[in-house]
């Protein structure tokens, strides 16, 4: 079995009853990086919503390191499309919130959370609010918030498409660099996107869903050696391939 398994994900949502997800099956080995690319309003947020225990399917399962996913869990962490900070707190004390199930003291909490902060380049950024930030930033924070706890999965809903494309560009590279650390990389990363160069950048495996109701077209092995270059031709095989298998 592997790392993580979702399996025959089945879902609509109570009120239309119209079917979202149909059969969602796919599956990531420990230290993969998946990207679930697919048309907007296809269900991909519902689908890691799901992952994450926040909603329930209507049949199927999710099953991480061995273990049935039925609700929330502190090993799980989410990344928002629109950051999801608390204006009222500090950034400091909003990557502070990652840690509130943890059993730590108080001066060891701000330690690990001050280090997080540090490791995503906001030295200096601890006792600003958020909405001082500009959004690179903001989801710098998102991500040590997500973090900062050591997830076993980390789940990003579209992290970089809120943000203009040069912010984006740097932040992904960070989010690589931070990941290369065995200290803070998840055992597992999912990311929802709907730009296949983002994906072929940074995955491993691509897994391509089609319009609603979603189903799997196809899951893709992203085996270009890292650094990748966006102009090379393995690259621009990969997102022409992608794109062929949406145009079916
Ligand atoms: P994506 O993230 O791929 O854009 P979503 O998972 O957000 O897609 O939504 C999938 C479908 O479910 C869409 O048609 C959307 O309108 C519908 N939907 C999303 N959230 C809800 C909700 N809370 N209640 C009812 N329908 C919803
Ligand atoms: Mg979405």
């Known amino acids: 079995m592997a790392f993580l398994n979702v399996e025959k994900i089945n879902f609509a949502y109570p009120k239309s009853g119209l079917t979202v997800l149909d059969g969602i099956s796919f599956s990531a080995n420990e230290l993969e990086f998946v990207s679930i690319i697919g048309p907007s309003g296809c269900g991909k947020s519902t689908l890691l919503r799901i992952m994450a225990g926040l909603i329930k399917a209507d049949s199927g399962s999710v099953v991480l390191a061995g273990k049935k996913i ?22 400091l004390e909003n990557v502070k919130i990652g840690l ?11 330690k690990t959370a001050l280090e997080m902060l540090y490791k995503l380049e906001l030295k200096g950024f601890e006792d600003a609010y ?13 991500l040590a918030r997500a973090l900062v706890s050591n997830p076993i999965l980390l789940l990003m809903d579209e992290p970089f498409s809120s943000l203009d494309e ?12 931070v990941l290369k650390d065995k200290k803070t990389l998840p055992k597992a990363i999912v990311m929802v996107s709907h730009n296949i160069e983002e994906a072929v950048e940074m995955s491993d495996k691509i897994v391509v869903l089609s319009n609603k109701p979603a189903v799997v077209k196809k899951v893709l092995e992203v085996r270009i050696k890292r650094p990748r270059d966006r102009g090379s031709r393995e690259f621009r095989k990969k997102v022409n391939e992608i794109y062929s298998i949406f145009a079916e």
């Open 100 to 110: 509130a199930s943890k059993p730590m003291t108080e001066d060891e909490r701000e």
């Open 130 to 142: 958020p909405n001082l930030l500009s959004g690179g930033m903001k989801q710098r924070v998102g």
């Open 70 to 91: 039925n609700g929330p869990s502190s090993s799980i962490s989410f990344v928002f499309q629109d950051f999801a900070l608390l204006p009222w707190l500090s950034n």
């Open 166 to 177: 040069l912010t984006a560009n740097s932040l992904r590279k960070t989010v690589v660099e």
